[in-house]
Nanobody, 120 residues
């Protein structure tokens, strides 16, 4: 069955960096666009970034553009999110998600999430 397992979260200081990883299994990873989404306490799910499977094009929410970088390694079936210049408002549970169609904020599977906390 489809499995997405996030890792790499933790505590970072403002201005610091973290790299999240998502290990995928149970499907042909290279055929699917993938996204990262996050949920802060008391808030809805927010799309953060996505990468297409065909041309590998990457896209970012305005809130993280210039600070985060999404990438994928199809041979390793792993999705990454490099997060730099972290801000307290980046604090959230971060999910790796498989995209269901052509829109990067529409998902059919997601992982358990990994917690990112940005605080001094």
């Amino acid at each position: 069955q489809v499995q997405l397992v996030e890792s790499g979260g933790g505590l970072a200081q403002p201005g610091g960096s973290l790299r999240l990883s998502c290990a995928a299994s149970g499907f042909t990873f290279s055929r699917y666009a993938m996204s990262w989404a996050r949920q802060a306490p008391g808030k809805g799910l927010e799309w953060v970034s996505g990468v297409y499977s065909d041309d590998g094009g990457t896209y970012y929410a305005d809130s993280v553009k210039g600070r985060f970088t999404i990438s994928r390694d199809n041979a390793k079936k792993t999705l990454y999110l490099q997060m730099n210049s972290l801000k307290p408002e980046d604090t959230a549970l971060y999910y790796c998600a498989r995209v269901r169609g052509g829109l990067l904020d529409e998902y059919d599977y997601w992982g358990q999430g990994t917690q990112v906390t940005v605080s001094s």
